[in-house]
Structure formats: C-alpha cells, structure tokens
C-alpha cells in the first residue's frame, strides 16, 4: 500500500534538534574514562578563559555584551556535560568559571576594578551562575563520579 502524500514525520522543535530529546541523550554511548579524564582537564581553563573573556565583553558592549558572555557561558557549561556524560563535567568548567570571578572581583591596589557594581556585571554574574546550576543539574549516563555508573532506568 502506498503512503499519502502528506505523511511527514512529525516535526521536532528547534531546541529538540539541535539538542536531542531527553531519551536521546540518554542513549549515548559513555565515554572512555581517560577521555573523560582529559576533558575534565580540558573544561576547567576553558571555563576559567570563558570568564576572563565574559567579563571584559560584557562590559565593552553593555547590552548585546552581557547576551554574547551569557551564552558563551552556558554553551561551555553545557559541552562539558555533553561531551563527558557526567555532572560532574558541567561542574569542572564552572567551578574554572567561578574561580576566575573571585579574582576579577577584587579591587587592585591603583582603585581598578575589572567587574562593577552595575546591573550589567551583577546580571552576568547571576545568570552566568543560574546557568552553571542548571546545567550540572541535568539528566545525566552517569552520576556525580566520574564513570560509576548509576541505578538501572
């Protein structure tokens, strides 16, 4: 028997194509542990350089700035759960992220502050922040350890 013309699959929305559905995700194989391992290395300078950069950007370009820096943030807090399958891999380039701000946010000894007290600093610090929190929130292959798998689904 033939098909109808119209008999499409159905059509998935932009997130779900680009991102993948919940079950897709999960269905992925698990990394090696030594790749996992090196992309744990990997996240953390890489979260630390997203914020160095993010804060300078948000500040040369105030609104479309803040905008640009918020997405570089998640995009890296979200490649590392991606790429390493763990929470853990989310957590290792925000706590880089993190530990980049503690330093930015001290005044220099000449009175020179990298972030300000201004809506557009605060704002990219909570979100960015908010960010870091969903995303190593996120359904998960593994638990929080890197490569212990977790209870049967």
Same mark, same amino acid.
């Given at each position: 028997?033939?098909?109808?013309?119209?008999?499409?699959?159905?059509?998935?929305?932009?997130?779900?194509?680009?991102?993948?559905?919940?079950?897709?995700?999960?269905?992925?194989?698990? +990394?090696? +542990?030594?790749?996992?391992?090196?992309?744990?290395?990997?996240?953390? +300078?890489?979260?630390?350089?997203?914020?160095?950069?993010?804060?300078?950007?948000?500040?040369?370009? %105030?609104?479309?700035?803040?905008?640009?820096?918020?997405?570089?943030?998640?995009?890296?807090?979200?490649?590392?759960?991606?790429?390493?399958? &763990?929470?853990?891999?989310?957590?290792? +380039?925000?706590?880089?992220?993190?530990?980049?701000?503690?330093?930015?946010?001290? %005044?220099?000894?000449?009175?020179?502050?990298?972030?300000?007290?201004?809506?557009?600093?605060?704002?990219?610090?909570?979100?960015?922040?908010?960010?870091?929190?969903?995303?190593?929130?996120? %359904? &998960?292959?593994?638990?929080?350890?890197?490569?212990?798998?977790? %209870?049967?689904?």
């Amino acid at each position: 028997m033939t098909e109808p013309a119209d008999a499409r699959p159905p059509r998935r929305s932009i997130p779900a194509a680009v991102l993948g559905t919940r079950d897709e995700r999960l269905k992925e194989p698990q +990394p090696s +542990p030594a790749w996992r391992i090196a992309a744990y290395a990997l996240f953390f +300078p890489l979260g630390f350089a997203v914020s160095v950069c993010g804060a300078f950007v948000q500040a040369l370009w %105030p609104p479309a700035g803040v905008l640009l820096a918020l997405a570089a943030t998640g995009a890296t807090f979200y490649a590392g759960l991606r790429i390493t399958g &763990t929470r853990l891999g989310a957590a290792i +380039p925000a706590a880089g992220w993190f530990a980049a701000l503690l330093l930015l946010m001290v %005044p220099r000894p000449e009175g020179d502050n990298v972030l300000w007290t201004n809506a557009t600093s605060l704002s990219w610090l909570f979100v960015g922040s908010i960010l870091g929190v969903i995303c190593a929130t996120l %359904p &998960t292959r593994t638990s929080w350890f890197p490569g212990v798998p977790g %209870p049967p689904r």
